[in-house]
């Protein structure tokens, strides 16, 4: 899978557990600000998309924990995208970025709500393009 945007983050204390790592929502956190970064990258804003009556949720998401990230620790937070039927489908994975041991792995589903009803949008297939993996 080709990679098409990348962020780095470093971990806060108060994301992690009395175990001393990230608990285990914070990883689902950290995906969704990368969205929404690439989003914006991408010229769409949550906001101006829900005035229009668009609104991209979240259908499923799994998820696959591998070594854990704890305080201090700074990562790389990797995005590739797919799309099948109206699903858009992010592969997102988090990366140790001293090392690049892989963390996490998800892959997050989204589809669009147009005026209250699962539909396509013209605006994010037309942001997305160019960037979509075959």
């Known amino acids: 899978m080709k ?56 259908a499923r998401m799994s998820l696959q924990y ?16 797919t799309k099948d039927g109206i699903k858009y489908v992010f592969h997102q994975d988090l990366y140790r970025a001293v090392d690049e041991k892989l963390c996490f792995r998800a892959q997050i589903e989204l589809v669009c709500l147009v005026n209250g009803r699962l539909g396509r949008s013209e605006d994010y297939d037309q942001a997305f393009s160019q960037l979509l993996a075959p």
């Open 3 to 58: 990679y098409i945007f990348e962020t780095r983050m470093e971990v806060r204390d108060y994301e992690c557990d009395i175990e001393g790592i990230v608990n285990n929502a914070n990883y689902v956190h950290y995906c969704e600000h990368t969205r929404h970064l690439f989003l914006q990258q991408c010229g769409l804003s949550f906001a101006d998309m829900h005035a229009k009556g668009v609104d991209a949720v979240v």
């Open 66 to 81: 591998k070594v854990p990230l704890r305080p201090d620790d700074v990562f790389i937070s990797r995005l590739a995208l």
